[in-house]
Nanobody, 125 residues
Framework: QVQLVESGGGLVQAGGSLRLSCAASGRTFSNYAMGWFRQAPGKEREFVAAISSGGGRTYYGDSVKGRFTISRDNAKNTVSLQMNSLKPEDTAVYYC??????????????????WGQGTQVTVSS
């Protein structure tokens, strides 16, 4: 089992940048596929980015491709989301997610077993 704690959210102007971090507990973090999702009020949870257990493969949602970068540090049990060129439509609660799967990319919420509590990102115009 793994516990996830997100940090790094906040208020930023359009065009700015934020870096989200997710700290994971447990000794086998390197065996977990990780992902970031977001949910705006009244909308369904949306896939943002995924990274494979070893970090060699990444995948992004169309709305963030070219602006966001997911990375992980298995030695520190962390996964990060660097968000650049932020837009007001990026405003949402951002969630970190994990599942014990080696070498794959997971892009649907139903594929993840563990979730953080979320961190709010607000982009002003």
């Amino acid at each position: 089992q793994v516990q996830l704690v997100e940090s790094g959210g906040g208020l930023v102007q359009a065009g700015g940048s934020l870096r989200l971090s997710c700290a994971a507990s447990g000794r086998t973090f390197s065996n977990y596929a990780m992902g970031w999702f977001r949910q705006a009020p009244g909308k369904e949870r949306e896939f943002v980015a995924a990274i494979s257990s070893g970090g060699g493969r990444t995948y992004y949602g169309d709305s963030v491709k070219g602006r966001f970068t997911i990375s992980r540090d298995n030695a520190k049990n962390t996964v990060s989301l660097q968000m650049n060129s932020l837009k007001p439509e990026d405003t949402a609660v951002y969630y970190c997610a994990a599942n014990y799967r080696i070498g794959v990319l997971l892009t649907r919420p139903s594929e993840y077993d563990y979730w953080g509590q979320g961190t709010q990102v607000t982009v002003s115009s």
